[in-house]
């Protein structure tokens, strides 16, 4: 029996996530759990050990949304969807866009999201982590994706300026293309990307980047194509020899709790549904 973790979060969040239910086997084994705004506000929690614990156990995990104007910003995204990427080790963020025949490959658990860094009142250092078998396996996900599509994958980053992290991605990238000789790679700097994503969406296919990248320019794409409420979202483990836990990944809409669409009958559970 299939086991899924439910968690419907906040504003639009439980109404998208009722939706999508109705599309899952009736067999299904629903696990409730119960991570958001409401529960913040009342007990000062976000996500309990013993609820990680539980998540770990199901096959998989849908989320609705989180987001509410009464939390302080961040508490809410670092307590549940951040904290659960980086304890199940769901290392792609996938990001398809049929729409304009391009999917991102984003590395999901390391750069400028890892939670590294320091504020004292008048400097704030944020510090970017990227290892080499991190990239590499993301970078591996993508070349193996690329080889069932049209063979074509684009390195996105800021090596001009970046030149550690940027000299990291692009070295393991060329070692997998290397590796994968049937897929032809190439390389954008991140904001050249952002205008080409605009003016010109056919140039890629399979996009590889890092977790900053990954997440600005995914949205920029969701703007071109059908916007980002239909823009669906999969936080993966792909590889059960190296899974850490049951949960083979974490599933969710792209778009934010939008609190003031709950209740309209306006927000669309496509994105939910994907």
Known sequence: MTRIAVLPGDGIGPEVV???????PRDADIVPVDAGARRYLATGEVLGTDEVARIAACDAVLLGAVGDPR???????????LR???????????????ELGLVFVRENTEGLYCGAGSYRGDVAVETSINTAARVRRCARFAFELAEGRSGRVTLVHKTNVLEHAGRLWREVAEQEAARHPGVALGYEHADAAG?????????FDVVL??????????????GVGDGIGRAASANLHPEPATRPTR??????PVHGSAPDLAGTG??????AIA
Request: aromatic share 8%.
């Open 18 to 24: 009722e939706r999508a239910l109705e599309e899952l």
């Open 71 to 81: 939390v302080p910003d961040g508490v809410l995204e670092r307590g549940i969807l």
């Open 84 to 98: 659960l990427r980086r304890e199940l080790d769901l290392y792609v963020n996938l990001r398809p866009f049929p």
């Open 195 to 203: 205008y080409h994503l605009v003016r010109d969406p056919a140039r």
């Open 209 to 222: 980047t890092d977790n900053l990248f990954g997440d600005l320019l995914s949205d920029v794409a969701a």
């Open 247 to 252: 949960c083979i990944g974490l599933f969710e």
């Open 266 to 271: 306006r927000a669309d559970p496509a994105a």
